[in-house]
């Protein structure tokens, strides 16, 4: 059913009904989407303005994700004796590593101790160094950019497809120099980027591919997981990711070659045969991490369907609603991981209230959105910082320094932080019907008294 702007304020009617006679009434007039079950003037009032809130005291699904599984896996690790991955071929981590190339489909993998680190391997085992150029996206953890920075190379930031919150592949290509050497996307929510164009333009222009895919785990496009698409792909495990045990990362890849070079940089420079011989940190995965990832790997694909099944009905009962228009998916998505279930504020349809009485309107009804980034990390200290440093005044001519600074402007990606309202996923959307439907009702109560809003 096509919704028509007034039938947002239908509800107004039943304002002062009791909740007996209602609620047949309302199952046909209430468009589909609202379905709400608030009917007395006490219920009505906004909870911040002394109302009863929709959802009370909510309590989400727990995570990171802990059973016994997982507990036993740390136990017996702590009484193997084995706790640093060169210890046994077939400890946790290496265990690990097997299972989890498995899983996403890819021919290897190799483990880090965090996300930056996956992806600062990679950067360093592609060669990529002083005088190179990385393009990536603004709009990330700072351990994209930061990877890139570890190595001394140059990260350049494009702008956002803004209601994709993933990178525009038209920008991608004009921010493109001599000395670009690899393209870096971003899954942003754990959604693919538009990798057909991301990568028909590596191919154009003869790029490397690593995909942070920190965010993506399991997902899917053109019948691919997210992180086998380009040439490298990088997971990470932090506490909040959909698959967790603290800190740690992964890099998977099918290439043999790069793969063992990746293997060889992580772990100091030493090879597989315990040669050393090229410059490397030290990023090992110890064994607990492992034992972890061990323990919550058996149900991982049914949390997965179910965090899909939870935004995609999210996302129908917000279809036609102008006020949260939730991340728009390429053609071609097959599903996510909703690590983020994002969506972008629009006030013009909130009696033009702020983003911020939006938000503590919605918390006291129970329900709390995120903003993530306060903005893009284009607009963050670190440029002073690292284009102050000798080794980049060194490697870059003052006329690429001056050019870098210039083109910072990254207007799409400032307008997507600042309508950006999302939810952490991980564990709410591991939530019921009924859980998903407590936030709709939220919004849909916020928005009914939306004219109270600039005034709270
Ligand atoms: C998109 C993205 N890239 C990179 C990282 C860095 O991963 P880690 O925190 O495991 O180092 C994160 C972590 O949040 C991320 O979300």
């Known amino acids: ?40 003037n006490n219920t009505r009032k906004l909870a911040i303005l002394g109302g009863s809130p929709v959802a009370p005291e909510k309590v989400w699904p727990k995570w990171p994700y802990v059973d016994e599984r997982v507990v036993e896996e740390i136990v017996k690790t702590t009484r193997s004796g084995i706790w640093c991955r060169i210890q046994s ?80 592949p038209d920008d991608v290509e004009k921010r493109i120099t001599e000395n670009t050497k690899a393209i870096m996307p971003v899954h942003m929510g754990g959604q693919s980027c538009n990798m057909e164009r991301i990568m028909a333009i590596a191919k154009k222009h003869n790029l490397r591919v690593i995909e942070d895919a920190a965010q993506a785990h399991l997902a899917e496009y053109q019948g691919k997981k997210v992180g086998t698409i ?46 050393t011989e090229r410059i490397g940190p030290k990023y090992r995965m110890n064994e607990f991490e492992g034992a972890i990832l061990l323990g919550q790997l058996p149900g991982v694909k049914e949390r997965f369907a179910l965090r899909n099944k939870n935004a995609a009905y999210l996302t129908s009962r917000l279809k036609d609603f102008p006020g949260l228009l939730p991340q728009k998916l390429y053609e071609g998505t097959v599903s996510g991981s909703f690590y ?47 284009l102050t440093l000798k080794v980049y005044q060194k490697m870059y001519s003052p006329s690429r320094l001056k050019r870098y600074r210039e083109e910072l402007s990254l207007p799409n990606c400032d307008k997507v932080c600042d309508k950006m309202a999302m939810i952490w996923a991980s564990g709410p959307l591991l939530g019921t019907q009924s859980d998903m439907d407590d936030v709709i009702n939220a919004v849909m109560k916020v928005y009914d008294n939306r004219d109270e809003l600039n005034s709270i």
């Open 1 to 40: 059913m096509i919704m028509k702007k007034k039938d947002f304020t239908r509800r107004k009617f039943i304002a002062t009904v009791s909740a007996g006679s209602v609620a047949a009434v309302m199952s046909k007039v209430i468009p589909k989407f609202r379905n709400i079950t608030i009917v007395n």
């Open 89 to 168: 071929p077939t400890g946790t981590v290496p265990t690990f590593e097997k299972e989890f190339a498995n899983l996403i489909g890819s021919k290897l993998s190799v483990c880090t101790g965090s996300g930056t680190q996956a992806l600062s391997t990679c950067v360093e085992a592609l060669g990529i160094g002083p005088g190179d150029e990385v393009i990536t996206s603004p709009y990330t953890d700072p351990g994209t950019i930061s990877s890139i920075l570890t190595s001394r190379a140059l990260p350049v930031m494009a702008d956002l497809d803004p209601e994709y919150y993933q990178l525009d």
């Open 230 to 275: 380009g040439d490298l792909g990088c997971f990470s495990f932090q506490s909040s990711k959909t698959i967790a045990c603290g800190e740690g990362g992964a890099i998977i890849g099918n290439d043999e070659e790069l793969m063992d070079k990746c293997f060889t940089v992580q772990n100091h420079g030493t090879n597989h045969k315990g040669r």
């Open 340 to 386: 983020l279930y994002m969506m972008s504020y629009h006030k013009e349809n909130f009696n033009n209230a702020s983003r911020n009485n939006f938000l503590k309107a919605l918390e006291a009804e129970g329900i709390s959105l995120s903003t993530y980034l306060p903005n893009g990390l284009h607009k963050e200290p670190w440029i002073d910082h690292i």
